[in-house]
């Protein structure tokens, strides 16, 4: 198998894709070190590098500790090779702080994960926030502050691992806001870009960078949306052309991200193309499967009862009052309150289920799980459960997610910015409550979604509530058997900061065709 090393990990999306790329049993990559520095996301690369240690053969004591029958003790200590194995994978650790990571060690552990082997696969990127230092001037105008603060160790750090390493291929991901992000007037990608191809020369060159020599890279892209650009343009003509549109993929979300892939110069070969998909997967096929919940109720006690009485007065004509509101849709919200029931549960890390994804069971679905991980609703205020059930019987009445300018006047935020003053004002974020339209890709998942619900919320207003976690998952193509360890705000945020697994799987197919 071709070793891969993943820099700022996360939960792991981006290495779950290239470990599952398979030719029966045969699997092409393995992952030898994971480096992420936040707790609750290297935990989640842990626990999911356990599992990988027992190549198929998963023992019931993990599904155990899924169901919340047995602790993360209980099953490490049943199973200590495993676990030293993941522990060697997994590392806490955090780049761009040589004060308490130095580079040495960080060589060291490089080195000794890849064991001398030549062909092998460097993939993650710095997050966005390490390239908004990237501009030369400032180290020398502001020396000081420029050494204080650790951002811009991250890019450099990135680069010195490649210069010094010298990765055959590199895959990195980053947010599509870069392409226009600027620092003293230019923009930030293009020094990127001539950064990666001469990862030696930033900072000093090779020998400051701790490399015995210089190494040079070309940069493809994953995906070729325009015909009139050739795929092998080196400089590549438009920077917005490493932009991979997931939903063009077969992925069921409309998820933008930079991707691009660096080929060592020495390396006489050229990458095939990403395949578009012919048509564009609905998000309600990946989610319904899933256990049917209800939200909570914040601040009040909580009953089904509660729940149900308190999403009903939406009808009532104090607030949904006739002025401007769409007379279909004030019937629809009215048709479908009557539909509500208080016996809809709430959730938990774990919920019994028997059904089966209707979309791409074999990745998503395990038989040995027996439900859904990571599935517990969130509590809302009761004029967020009006919003979110107005807007989702909008939504599938009219197959899109309402403006501000759709909601009834009561409906509306109590701040100064959810209502024009005139017509001809535009309202600040307008599409404040997103609700997610069955037969589209959902929208991007991001780390937001940790923050509330409000652009999560989900299609059936029967349930009225924002996403699960597990929900956000299956968006991102995660498997139902892949755990995410923390409180829920760090699994919201774990999920949102991922690369889909199912398209990096794309991706390590592009990658094995190269080293192959």
Known sequence: MIPVIDLFAGPGGLGEGFTSLRCGQKKFFKIVLSIEKDKAARETLRLRSFFRQ?????????????????SIEELYLRYPEEVARADEEA????LGKPERYPTTQIDERIEKALGGVEDWVLIGGPPCQAYSLVGRSRMAREPEKYARDHRHFLYQEYLRIIAKHRP?????????GILSSKVEGSLIIDRILADLKRPCEMNGGSKSLGAEKSVTYKLYPFANYRASHSLFEDPYPDPSGYIIRAERHGIP???HRLILLGVRSDLDVVPIVLSNSNKEVEMWKVIDSLPRLRSRLSRVDDSGVAWMNA???VTDPNILNGEGVDIDVWRAVQKTARELKDSIKTGAEFVPSTSVPKWQRSWFYDSKLGGACNHSSRAHIEADLWRYFFAACFAQLRGKSPLLTDFPSYLLPKHKNAKPSDEDDDVDFADRFRVQVKNRPSTTVTAHIAKD?????HPDPLQCRSLTVREAARLQTFPDNYFFVGPRTEQY?????AVPPLLARKLARVVYELLA
């Open 54 to 70: 027992f190549q198929g053969g998963t023992p019931e004591s993990y599904y155990q500790y899924l169901r919340g029958a047995l």
């Open 91 to 94: 590392w806490l650790a955090e």
């Open 168 to 176: 055959p291929v590199f895959v990195m991901e980053n947010v599509e």
């Open 253 to 255: 979300q409309a998820r």
């Open 311 to 313: 999403v009903k007065q």
């Open 453 to 457: 619900g409000h652009y999560f919320i």
């Open 493 to 497: 945020k774990q999920v949102g900061n």
